[in-house]
């Protein structure tokens, strides 16, 4: 699956913003759906995760209440909704995909393991301001 993540741009602190990841393919329903950011200088961070059909998603502490994500299997397409967003928001913006099993139970904060996602889309910058 080839993947493509869009939407970001520069915001203001407090505001809204919505990423989308388009996929390619037939198949986008048989993988989970994850995003995660990098800012400069620091490691690319999990920021959320969505299962095949949509039941189960997983945030950090650190996005948990701000940040939303879906999906619309049909349109072969990923959102990630970010509300409340803040300037340590900043960072170019991925989007990844597994076809690895949702974890389940206490090892469900395995699905932020970047290593658990072979296939990566472009990222997108989001800049917020204070």
């Known amino acids: 699956v080839q993947l493509q993540a869009s939407g970001g741009g520069l915001v203001q602190a407090g505001g809204s913003l919505r990423l989308s990841c388009a996929a390619s393919?037939?198949?986008?329903?048989?993988?989970?759906l994850g995003w995660f950011r990098q800012a400069p200088g620091k490691e690319r961070e999990f920021v959320g995760a969505?299962?095949?059909?949509?039941?189960?998603?997983h945030y950090p502490e650190s996005v948990k209440g701000r940040f939303t994500t879906s999906r619309d299997n049909a349109k072969n397409t990923g959102y990630l909704q970010m509300t409340g967003l803040k300037a340590e928001d900043t960072a170019v913006y991925y989007c990844?995909?597994?076809?690895?099993?949702?974890?389940?139970?206490?090892?469900?904060?395995?699905?932020?393991?970047?290593?658990?996602?072979?296939?990566w889309g472009q990222g997108t910058q989001v800049t917020v301001s204070s």
């Open positions: 990844a995909a597994s076809n690895s099993p949702f974890p389940i139970g206490q090892n469900m904060q395995d699905i932020g393991s970047i290593a658990r996602y072979p296939f």
């Open positions: 969505i299962s095949r059909t949509s039941f189960i998603t």
């Open positions: 393919g037939h198949t986008f329903g048989t993988y989970i």
